[in-house]
């Protein structure tokens, strides 16, 4: 399965984006999906998950309230980003995992898309 990560790029803090990760497989329904960001200098950190079927979603403190993540009946999984700070800028994955469930593990996660920069500017 390969996943296509876009929707990165320069933004004020305040400001939003959103985020695509598109999906190679017909069989994507059956993967739950998650983003995860790396900034300069840390560790990869989770940020959002959704379940297979859509209806389970989970997010980082640091992002709640903020970050929605969804996904369509085709091969898709987004992230809208909205009160972008600066501390968002970061390296975004997507990644998939063959389990109908949300997790937060990296470990856990099957796949993973190449990454889109995410810079917020003060």
């Known amino acids: 399965v390969q996943l296509q990560a876009s929707g990165g790029g320069l933004v004020q803090a305040g400001g939003s984006l959103r985020l695509t990760c598109a999906a190679s497989t017909r069989t994507f329904n059956v993967y739950s999906m998650g983003w995860f960001r790396q900034a300069p200098g840390k560790e990869r950190e989770f940020v959002a998950a959704?379940?297979?079927?859509?209806?389970?979603v989970d997010y980082a403190d640091s992002v709640k309230g903020r970050f929605t993540i969804s996904r369509d009946n085709a091969r898709n999984t987004y992230l809208q980003m909205n009160s972008l700070k600066t501390e968002d800028t970061a390296v975004y994955y997507c990644?998939?995992?063959?389990?109908?469930?949300?997790?937060?593990?990296?470990?856990?996660?099957?796949?993973w898309g190449q990454g889109t920069l995410v810079t917020v500017s003060s």
């Open positions: 990644a998939g995992r063959a389990s109908p469930y949300v997790s937060r593990i990296i470990a856990e996660y099957d796949f």
């Open positions: 959704i379940s297979r079927s859509g209806i389970s």
